[in-house]
């Protein structure tokens, strides 16, 4: 059930609004937008007679959401969600892009390919520590110490930094090295993994599993979302298709639009997992934005060739800097700011 409050309620009244929700045995989620509050309230919400609460007077509306995501729901934050990072925001009438590269792979690397990226506008540095890879044999990560080079690229560039979580350990490991949390297309559905983000703050980027639907992706994320994480971003990378002769995933743009109408959260668009192929990417990173995407993820490297892992799919830095001149022109038109990382340093200053 949602109650909308209007914005004139005062700090008491809201407060007295929730403690009259917990008292019936229910848990009230509020969100301050700029026109309203919106008060997601979760339980046995069927035996609530409504009109207890659209009859006070500071209430707008009260309303039950149908689908099983609530707290997910565009209704429980009709505004949409802007996740805060550092001098940063994603979200809203903005665009940013993170890339670099698939994994870390040596400190040279690294930092060559973070120095690059930032040269080209990105505004967080991608690198995978932990590598879920199909074969065991497959180099698995440089583990703690990559971890450790991506927070030196981090405090030389000045760029956050996203990396994968594999689980919990992993997770805990990370806190004090990574911005922005990974879940990866495998562990889209590792429930015990999701309720452990739930209770930490750090934001998380939850991508799609590779045949997971729409709403079983949005479930996962209420899972976080119920723990009390707010900061959800959702990264559609690509679903299992048919025909994997010419690309490797099926980049589903349809969910998209999709997304912006069922959910506040950003939504974050892998065009390099999504099609595995270096020549499909920028295109595809094109409409992703066309689509409405908030952010990109983009994989990077300078010397593709002897890439660990994902070398096909990896931009040049001279295409990735290409590829950020056509965004930025483009964000032109659709009256999106595509939030370089020049900007970034200019407004911060
Ligand atoms: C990755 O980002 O390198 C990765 C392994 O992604 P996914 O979970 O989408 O396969
Ligand atoms: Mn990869």
Known sequence: MIIIVKRGATREQITEMVGKITSMGLTAHSVEGQQQYTISVLGKTEKVDMNEFSSIAYVESVFRVSKPFKLASRAANPEGTRIKLKNLEIGADRMIVMAGPCSVESEDQVMRIAR????????????????????????????????????????????????????????????????IFQIGARNMQNFSLLKELGKMDKPIMLKRGMSATIEEWLMSAEYILAGGNRNVLLCE??????????????????????????????????????TGHRHLVAPMALAGMAAGGDALIIEVHDRPEEALSDGPQALLPSDFSELMGKLVKMGRALDKNVITELERERTAA
């Open 237 to 274: 990378r690509g679903i299992r298709s048919f025909d994997s002769q010419y690309s490797r995933n099926t980049l589903d743009l349809n969910a998209i639009p999709i997304l912006k109408s069922l959910t506040h959260l950003p939504i974050v668009v892998d065009p390099s997992h999504g």
């Open 116 to 179: 690059a990226v930032k040269a080209a506008g990105a505004t967080v540095l991608r690198g995978g520590a932990f590598k879920p890879r199909s074969s065991p044999y497959a180099f698995q990560g440089m583990g703690l110490r990559g971890l450790q080079l991506l927070k030196q690229a981090s405090q030389e560039t000045g760029l956050p930094v996203i990396s994968e979580a594999m689980d919990l350990e992993g997770a805990e490991m990370m806190m004090d090295y990574v911005d």
